[in-house]
């Protein structure tokens, strides 16, 4: 045997001794934990290791607890072009004996939403569930010398765990970390799951406040010196509406509660968001130590003229972001349910302070499919997600499946450009008909399409569809222009020739990232050159070139 045969045939065996080692270590290789990282200005959210866009539906909120009555709920959500889904876990189903664990459910969930190619943000619904303590299991409810309850001014007991009480949190620290073991094992190499909402909505109703003895007591001592820290640290950054609360008490940096924030229902409010996050943080910290998935809280939003005590008062609110950041540094964000119509003055109230936006619950309803793309393109929201998604009756013509299609069309260019400055959004309706944007080299004006005396929708009834666009400034003299029913015209914003004209706009799709073009958009469809228009009623995505002269 020659030695160049030997050689020869060391050499190739090495090759294949190589690849083969390759091949392993890369089919071993598992993608990292879902995690949050910054882009920019923006969060996003990490999953199996590229940015991922939430578009979500949360589940009623007693629809996850039988997998029957769920087999019928999938198609829809899939037809909807959800790719994930919000669905609760309840503490008293999977805990029904102390220490006795029930993962039936959850692991249903997982399985089923894995068949239908989605990916699920469980929630929490433990010691709290809008305000109440209704999922808490009865051997914690019938036992109140054991898990205190919140008392009233009279001593008469609430149907709310006490957040003062060490027993309370443990238990309910105790199941979330026996739960979030449980998804390490059977979903940790796989991600479905994503991120979690630890409780829901919580809050003080219909006092602002907890009477119970350790309450009192700690009430008329000082406020913690952490807190205190916190906020010296960050006077100039605070939230300004909790900022002026500090102010009107004279920015005092030691003594009791009323004496640092002033006497009245808004210390109240702050004194509970510090234990209400104190609380929630222990949880959030035990869940961690398991699987350390990004774990948000959610809040129930204000109706405007209402006081402490009439909402639910002390959750993840905007004036107490501050409060719950400095006592919750474990929870990764604080999100809005938004139910209310001023959608984009509560998207501007969240998207604050360096707090990505997340939507976990929006009002289920037609003009939902506008909303997101201003969430999208204006606040680098992380998703976007319709309460009691599933209870959608024709899923089929839904305005939101038909957004939720562009969106995902788009979602690598949004996810390329979040935090950069270079995308914007615009929500319109018959109060807000325009809006300024200023993007790239032009300033932009959106109009909703019913502005327009051409539109088929102009004159009618007085009913107008709310309008949502998204705008993405792709290069000089370029954007991506994507939404529902509206007009959008252009001027320079840059040096040069003070006239823009459109050299050209075509409509398409994206498909697995390539643009496949569709009509030119000219003539009529352009009004002979003169603005790019997608009329209410109707999705798209249209690119756009624009030329300058004078
Ligand atoms: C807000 C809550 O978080 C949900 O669980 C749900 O009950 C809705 N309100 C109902 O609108």
């Not at 009279?154 to 105790?174: L, P, Q």
Request: aromatic content about 12%.
């Amino acid at each position: 045997m020659s030695t160049a045969y030997f050689s020869k045939r060391s050499v190739m065996a090495t090759c294949i001794i190589f690849t083969v080692t390759v091949l392993w270590v890369t089919s071993s290789e598992c993608a990292q934990i879902p995690h949050l990282r910054k882009q920019g200005t923006a969060v996003q959210l990490i999953v199996d290791d590229v940015p991922f866009l939430i578009f979500g539906g949360e589940l009623g909120n007693s629809s996850a607890s039988n997998l029957d009555y769920m087999k019928a709920q999938w198609p829809k959500l899939v037809t909807l072009n959800l790719n994930t889904v919000l669905a609760p876990v309840y503490w008293d189903l999977i805990e029904p004996q102390e220490g006795n664990f029930d993962f039936t459910l959850v692991d249903g969930l997982i399985r089923e939403a894995r068949r239908h190619n989605l990916r699920l943000v469980l929630l929490w619904f433990a010691s709290f569930k809008n305000s109440m303590s209704c999922y808490a299991p009865i051997w914690v409810k019938a036992n109140q010398p054991r898990f205190p309850r919140a008392q009233n001014k009279e001593g008469r007991g609430k149907e709310i765990v006490s957040v003062f009480s060490e027993e309370n949190c443990a238990a309910d620290a105790r199941a979330f970390t026996a739960l979030m073991k449980h998804l390490r094992q059977v979903d940790g190499e796989t991600h479905t799951v994503i991120m979690v909402q630890v409780e829901n909505e919580m809050g003080m109703i219909p006092e602002a406040r907890d009477y119970c003895d350790a309450a009192n007591d700690l009430f008329s001592k000082p406020v913690p010196k952490e807190l205190m820290d916190y906020l010296v640290q960050n006077k100039n950054a605070l939230i300004p509406e909790f900022r002026k609360t500090w102010a009107e008490a004279g920015f005092k940096t030691s003594g009791t509660w009323e004496e640092v924030f002033g006497e009245g229902l808004g210390t109240d409010e702050i004194f509970m968001a510090w234990h209400y996050a104190r609380y929630t943080n222990r949880v959030v910290e035990a869940g961690k130590a398991e699987y350390p998935l990004p774990m948000f809280v959610n809040a129930a939003l204000i109706r405007p003229g209402h006081q402490p005590g009439q909402y639910p008062s002390a959750g993840p609110l905007p004036h107490l972001m501050d409060i719950w950041r400095a006592s919750g540094p474990q929870i990764d964000f604080f999100c809005p349910d938004i139910h209310f119509p001023n959608f984009a003055e509560w998207c501007e109230n969240y998207h604050r302070s360096g707090n990505p936006l997340f939507i976990p619950e929006a009002r289920r309803e037609p003009q939902a499919a506008a909303k997101v793309f201003y969430a999208m393109g204006q606040h680098d929201a992380i998703g976007f997600c319709p309460f009691s998604i599933e209870s959608t009756s024709n899923p089929e013509n839904d305005p939101l499946g038909r957004a939720y299609d562009i969106l995902s069309q788009l979602a690598p260019i949004i996810l390329k450009h979040q935090g950069k400055g270079t995308m914007a959004g615009a929500l319109l309706d018959k109060d807000h008909p325009t809006q300024q944007i200023k993007l790239g080299d032009y300033a932009l004006k959106v109009s909703h399409d019913y502005t327009w005396s051409w539109s088929s929708g102009w004159g009618e009834s007085g009913q107008w569809p709310r309008a949502g666009g998204l705008f993405i400034s792709t290069g000089p003299d370029e954007y991506i222009i994507a939404g529902t029913g509206i007009i959008v015209t252009f001027a320079p914003n840059s040096p040069g020739d003070p006239i823009a004209g459109i050299a050209s706009i075509q409509e398409g799709r994206y498909v697995e990232g390539r643009w496949v073009p569709g009509r030119w958009m000219n003539g009529d469809q352009s009004h002979q050159g003169r603005h790019l228009r997608i009329p209410a009623n109707s999705f798209g995505i249209q690119r756009i070139k624009l030329y300058r002269y004078h």
